[in-house]
């Protein structure tokens, strides 16, 4: 399987890899989409399962890091295995975004992607949509790091929370 020609959204290569277990994920991680390109961060986005489509799942892990990608969010629901089995199959920081479920509200989700065995580390945010939004927010800082222009979105996007909640920004520059 390749997934060279990805479409990417906000730029040439994508840094960040949007990958969910349903289509019926799209409405929640959609913030998150909306939140890396209010970053500046270019993205692709894919549907895979890791329990329904094991070998495409085990493909994008191993392809991944050669294609460009630096972080991969992945948000899945129920068993939520989609996170673990990406972090398995790549040395790529995977953050996890359980989503919300009928049975227990995403809490099955959320116990399923913290419970990742010593070495398989999969960094997980909330519940839903705020999950989404950190997931992306997290993307960029991992990123700043090494890309000044990110570091400088990163810190406009900061200063906007703080001037839209009426607080002062969390640091002094």
Not at 129 to 147: E, F, K, P, Y
Request: glycine letters at 12%; proline letters at 5%.
């Amino acid at each position: 399987m390749d997934f060279s020609n990805a479409e990417v959204v906000g730029g040439d290569r994508a840094l960040v890899g949007i990958v969910m277990g349903s289509a019926s994920d799209w409405p929640t991680m959609e913030h998150a989409a909306k939140t890396l390109t209010q970053l500046g961060i270019p993205y692709e986005r894919h549907v895979i399962s890791a329990h329904r489509t094991p070998g495409r799942c085990a493909a994008y892990a191993e392809q991944a890091e050669g294609r460009g990608l630096r972080v991969i969010i992945a948000a899945a629901g129920l068993a939520a295995h989609l996170g673990g089995v990406i972090a398995a199959g790549t040395l790529l920081p995977v953050i996890g975004v359980p989503m919300t479920t009928s049975m227990m509200g995403g809490l099955d989700s959320l116990l399923s992607m913290v419970q990742m065995p010593k070495g398989i580390p999969v960094a997980t945010v909330a519940v839903g949509s705020h999950g989404a939004v950190n997931a992306a927010v997290l993307c960029g800082r991992i990123l700043a790091a090494t890309h000044p222009e990110i570091h400088t979105s990163l810190t406009a996007y900061v200063h906007e929370m703080a001037e839209a909640s009426g607080a002062a920004a969390p640091w002094n520059d």
